[in-house]
């Protein structure tokens, strides 16, 4: 049985990279797309989307570049979204 797309669990933010890598699975998930589809489309690696999406990772300038690009916003909105999951602490 396939996993469903998506965190299935709240997660706590402590720093920005974690509070991207919510934001930029809130996004995918609500497109309904998989991680493999978000990597496919942004022109990464299956396992680089899942380490942004954990906040092991941290995205150049260049990788925010093309995933807002993938998804169709711009990158000031995906930066402010994450900048304000972080105030908060965690993901809604």
């Given at each position: 049985?396939?996993?469903?797309?998506?965190?299935?669990?709240?997660?706590?933010?402590?720093?920005?990279?974690?509070?991207?890598?919510?934001?930029?699975?809130?996004?995918?998930?609500?497109?309904?797309?998989?991680?493999?589809?978000?990597?496919?489309?942004?022109?990464?690696?299956?396992?680089y989307?899942?380490?942004?999406?954990?906040?092991?990772?941290?995205?150049?300038?260049?990788?925010?570049?093309?995933?807002?690009s993938?998804?169709?916003?711009?990158?000031?909105?995906?930066?402010?979204?994450?900048?304000?999951?972080?105030?908060?602490?965690?993901?809604?």
């Amino acid at each position: 049985m396939a996993k469903p797309i998506g965190a299935d669990k709240k997660r706590t933010v402590r720093n920005l990279d974690e509070a991207f890598g919510a934001e930029l699975t809130e996004v995918r998930t609500r497109r309904r797309w998989s991680q493999q589809q978000l990597a496919e489309t942004s022109g990464y690696d299956e396992s680089y989307i899942r380490q942004l999406e954990r906040g092991t990772k941290s995205a150049t300038l260049r990788t925010l570049s093309n995933l807002a690009s993938a998804i169709s916003l711009p990158v000031s909105v995906l930066i402010k979204r994450a900048e304000t999951r972080l105030r908060k602490g965690s993901r809604e």
